[in-house]
């Protein structure tokens, strides 16, 4: 295969895994949102009385809402960065050591669930599908990232 047609292929795999890690940003975001109002019923279900004060629970949501929207745009980030690298803009290894993190925070995160899961629902082998599928984008953006640089 011609070098040049290697490249372009790699560049457009590049780009395709920047576009998916954007768009399951969109996912992390709402199955965020999901995770904040567990989070909410399950503090007001142990602290019920106390969690009367509404500075309390403005600080409470508050920090939440941020960790989400950084987590989010976290997100957003790595695939931007992956697609300015895919279409020839020169880009620092942060995206990379981002893209790992979250790889290595989503494994550390399925071990968990597997090991002290309440219960199996559908529910959860269905966030276990889309999340693996997430999880291998990630790790494609690193390979085809690393795969470009060298060709380069």
Known sequence: MNPDKKVRRVQGLLY???VGVILFS???GLRGIESLFEFWNELCREYGAELDNAVIKIMICLFVFTFLMFFTFMH???G???IDVSSG???GNMYLVLSVLLSIIYW???IFQFAYGEKFEI???VYIIIDLTFNIILIEVVVFSLLLK???
């Open 16 to 18: 395709t895994s920047g």
């Open 26 to 28: 969109i996912w992390a």
């Open 76 to 78: 957003v980030y790595i």
């Open 80 to 82: 931007k960065a992956a």
């Open 89 to 91: 803009k020169k880009k």
């Open 108 to 110: 550390s995160l399925y």
């Open 123 to 125: 529910k959860t082998l």
């Open 150 to 152: 060298k060709m380069r």
